[in-house]
Structure formats: structure tokens, C-alpha cells
């Protein structure tokens, strides 16, 4: 697939002959760390995603294998426990045109909110259900604690299997307990960069779509990104997102489909959020992109930089190449920006505020009107909505609403998350990217008791340390955040 528009932007060629002339996609395919970072940490053993397509070509009879014994022993729901990485693609694929008629129904549960797993448990024990439990470290807390409570409620290890590094103590669990399926993957990936890893390809495989040909296209894609020149698909579009933040214009408006913006939202932000630089991705339109510190990404509908038709969301080879075009531009827009794409600084910083909140307690944070959380939003920065809420209630059906008016009311730009979701997303843009966010924090007020088996709190207890931990690591870094009631 060619570049389509090529955008006019006199920051675009500069950074674009930067990376020619550095030759960046030569260095990036050798595996060359100094492309980003004279330490090599968290770098030389996160680069196996550009030649995973290829890899999971080879690791697809495995796959189909577990998915064709599902099948044969009547699985007829899945439910895929994960955070960030390990779900944001699988709800690509589930939500999309590209799943096959006689796939099982596909519930993904990435919230630690109480009504959202006892909902996800009534669904599965009225079918035969597999539980996928999907964390590259093993130890991802929301996951293992949903792991927790379906054991208590099953307990039968027909019906569950994991997707995890070897050796990680989800890994040594599944073994010892003799889960259906363990998938291990790739260790020299991280999890905004794996989906077209086991993290998937298994969700992929269990829903019936055409992972040849998703694989196949993003191989091709990857071999036209090789290329030190203007030519290269992932470097033009790299450049334009590298170029125009250094520059100032520091939000990308991805004009695309929902689902597909939605997963590139991790991948820009917690690639690009550090050091105080960063991309604030705007999953949006045409109305969104209005002002001087935006560019615009689009499929099919202009913009500064149009990639063209192409429908990802119906299309597995087009959906395969899209996703290896935006990882590689991902990784040399922070090339352009002097970070380290594969880093993550600031994620700990929450999760050790949540734990402290679990154990000492979630203190008192004050409810302020709408009008005084946004004070000092305005044009050049940005409003993040975070919504601690059941994402299938109200609050959060009618969050995109909100964006909307408060970007119109504010001049900012504006984006909405469903928390604790975005912890392992966006989340690392917020404290570590640059300081001109306006963070809007919400909490469902009555939240159900779910008891979390082994443990002295329950999922009504982490959501609320999640959240609270948030609010403290978000102040800690001198954020602006406040948190307003629920029914503005």
C-alpha cells in the first residue's frame, strides 16, 4: 500500500532526512540501541516485534491447535482476562467485521470494577467458556486477581489457559495446575508492541480470523520499511508525528476507525510520554483537529497525512499492515524525539500509590465542581476525562458526549479513558509527557462488594485504590487533577 497524501509540513522533511540520513530503519532493523539511547537498556531486548510475523507464521499449527481442541470439547465463550497490551488488540478483533460466523461469543474483561467481572461471570457459567488469562509478566495484579475468582467459581482446568512469558508465575501456575493451553511469547517483546504476537494471534485464532493473511501483509510491510528513504511507509509517517511534536505540535488526531485508534492510543502514548516529551494521541475527527498544536492522521478523509482507504477493521491483511507501519513510525518518532520508545518510566509510580492506598487506606479526596477542575484548561493543552465507572454503564456510554463538550468548551484537546484501563495505556503519557494535561478524575460512587478470593480487599477495594492511587502519583508529578462527581 503506497503513503497516500504525503503531508506539506515543513517539519515532516526535516525530521524525514534525519532519519534517512541517520539511517534509522537500517539501524532499527540491525538492532542498533543507540538509534535511541546510548544504554541499551530496555531496548536491545524489546526489538523482537519486527520480525514476529514471521516468527508467529511458524508458531501457527501450535496455536490452531489449542484453538481446534476448544472447539472440539464445545467452548462456545471466551472470556480474555488482560491489561493494556495483552487486550487493547484482541478488542480490536472482537469488535470487528474480520470475525468468522461460528466463532464463540468473546467477552474481554480489562477493568478491575466489581459490576464488570460479576457481569463477565453470569455470562460465562450460562456456556461452556474458556478463560484466556493474558500477562506477559505474570504478575499484572488485575488479571491475576480476575484469575482468583474464576478458579473459586470453576476450578476446572479444561476451561482455562494463559498467554505469558516462560517461566513467569502465571507460567509456573497454568503448569502446575494443568490448564488447558499455556502460550508462551516472545520475551523480546513488550506489550504495547505485541500484537501480532501470541498476546494476538490467540485471540485471533479463537475468533476464526484469517491470521495468515494478517501475518503475511504485516511481513510485507515490515520488508517495505527497511529502506533508508522517503519511499519507506513507517518512516514518513514517524517523521510526521516525530517532527510536528518536536515542533509543537504535539497531539495526533487519529481519524480512524474507533477500535483501531483506540489500540494506537497505547502505543503512541506510553511509547512517546517521557522526560516531559511525548504524542498525546486524540482518537477523533476532523473537528478535533482544529488548532495549531494538532496534526491530523487520517484513512481516507485528508488531514496531514492520509494513509488512504484502507478498512482495518474488515480487512486482516489490511489491518496486519497498518499495525506494522504504526509500530515501526511509533519507534522512530521516538528516534526524532531522543526517547526510548520501549520504556516506561512513570507506570510504577501509580501502582505503588494504588498499594499504598490498599493498605493504609483511600483517604478523603474532594469532590469539586466541573468548572474548578477545568480552571487553566485552555487552547495548546489538553483535557483527559478518567472514568473509573463499569465500562458498560451509563457514565460510560456517554463519555465520547463529554469529550466533545468539553473540548468545544475549553479550546483544548480533549480525550476520554475508562479507568483503571488506561493505566497501561495512556497512562504513562500523563505523568511523564509534557506537563500541559488537565486531568479530569471520576469514580463510581455506590460500587458493588466482589470479595477477591485470598485477598483481604475486593475488586470494589482495587478500583478505588486504583483510582486514588492515580489522583496521588498524577499530584506527585505536579498535574493538574481533580476529581468531580459522576452525573455532570
Not at 519507506?232 to 514517524?238: A, R
Request: charged share 20%.
Amino acid at each position: 500500500m503506497g503513503l497516500g497524501t504525503l503531508p506539506t509540513l515543513h517539519a515532516v522533511p526535516d525530521a524525514a532526512n534525519e532519519l534517512i540520513e541517520q539511517h534509522a530503519a537500517t539501524r532499527m532493523f540491525g538492532g542498533d540501541h543507540t538509534l535511541w539511547s546510548p544504554d541499551p537498556t530496555e531496548i536491545t531486548n524489546r526489538l523482537g516485534w519486527l520480525g514476529e510475523p514471521d516468527h508467529m507464521s511458524g508458531a501457527l499449527d501450535a496455536v490452531q491447535r489449542a484453538t481446534d481442541d476448544a472447539r472440539a470439547r464445545g467452548i462456545r465463550h471466551v472470556v480474555w482476562c488482560g491489561m493494556g497490551g495483552s487486550s487493547l488488540f484482541p478488542e480490536l478483533l472482537a469488535g470487528s467485521a474480520l470475525v468468522a460466523t461460528d466463532a464463540p461469543s468473546f467477552t474481554v474483561l480489562d477493568t478491575s470494577h466489581p459490576a464488570a467481572v460479576a457481569r463477565a461471570a453470569e455470562a460465562a457459567e450460562a456456556t461452556s467458556t474458556l478463560y484466556v488469562f493474558a500477562s506477559k509478566s505474570g504478575g499484572t495484579l488485575e488479571t491475576r486477581s480476575q484469575l482468583d475468582f474464576f478458579w473459586a467459581r470453576s476450578g476446572d482446568p479444561a476451561h482455562f489457559a494463559v498467554v505469558t512469558d516462560a517461566g513467569s508465575a502465571l507460567d509456573q501456575l497454568a503448569t502446575e495446575r494443568g490448564f488447558s493451553a499455556v502460550h508462551h511469547a516472545t520475551p523480546t517483546i513488550g506489550g504495547r508492541y505485541s500484537a501480532l504476537s501470541h498476546f494476538g494471534v490467540v485471540a485471533a485464532s479463537l475468533l476464526g480470523v484469517d491470521v495468515k493473511a494478517m501475518l503475511g501483509a504485516a511481513s510485507a510491510m515490515a520488508n517495505e520499511c527497511r529502506v533508508d528513504a522517503a519511499a519507506n511507509p513507517g518512516l514518513q509517517l514517524g517523521a510526521l508525528l516525530g517532527g510536528s511534536a518536536r515542533e509543537g505540535r504535539d497531539k495526533a488526531v487519529l481519524d480512524a476507525p474507533a477500535a483501531f485508534a483506540q489500540w494506537l492510543e497505547q502505543l503512541i502514548a506510553e511509547s512517546t510520554g517521557k522526560h516531559d516529551k511525548g504524542i498525546l494521541p486524540v482518537p477523533g475527527d476532523v473537528s478535533d483537529a482544529d488548532g495549531p498544536d494538532r496534526v491530523r492522521v487520517s484513512y481516507g478523509r485528508g488531514g496531514d497525512l492520509d494513509l488512504g482507504a484502507a478498512d482495518v477493521t474488515s480487512d486482516a491483511a489490511a489491518l496486519g499492515r497498518e499495525v506494522m507501519r504504526w509500530e515501526i513510525a511509533t519507534a522512530l518518532a521516538g528516534a526524532v524525539l531522543q526517547i526510548n520508545p520501549f520504556d516506561q518510566p512513570d507506570v510504577e509510580a501509580a501502582k505503588q500509590a494504588a498499594s499504598k492506598v490498599l493498605a493504609d487506606g483511600p483517604g478523603d479526596i474532594a469532590i469539586v465542581p466541573l468548572n474548578d477542575a477545568l480552571a487553566g484548561a485552555g487552547p495548546g493543552r489538553y483535557v483527559a476525562l478518567q472514568a473509573f465507572v463499569d465500562p458498560d454503564g451509563p457514565v460510560a456510554r456517554n463519555l465520547g458526549d463529554r469529550r466533545v463538550a468539553v473540548r468545544d468548551r475549553t479550546g483544548a484537546a480533549a480525550t476520554a479513558a475508562i479507568g483503571p484501563r488506561y493505566l497501561h495505556s495512556t497512562g504513562q503519557l500523563h505523568k511523564g509527557g509534557p506537563p500541559s494535561g488537565t486531568f479530569v478524575q471520576m469514580l463510581d460512587a455506590d460500587l458493588p462488594h466482589l470479595a477477591i478470593p485470598g485477598r483481604n480487599y475486593g475488586f470494589h477495594d482495587l478500583i478505588t485504590a486504583q483510582a486514588a492511587g492515580d489522583y496521588a502519583a498524577l499530584s506527585a508529578s505536579g498535574r493538574a487533577v481533580a476529581r468531580v462527581a459522576t452525573d455532570w
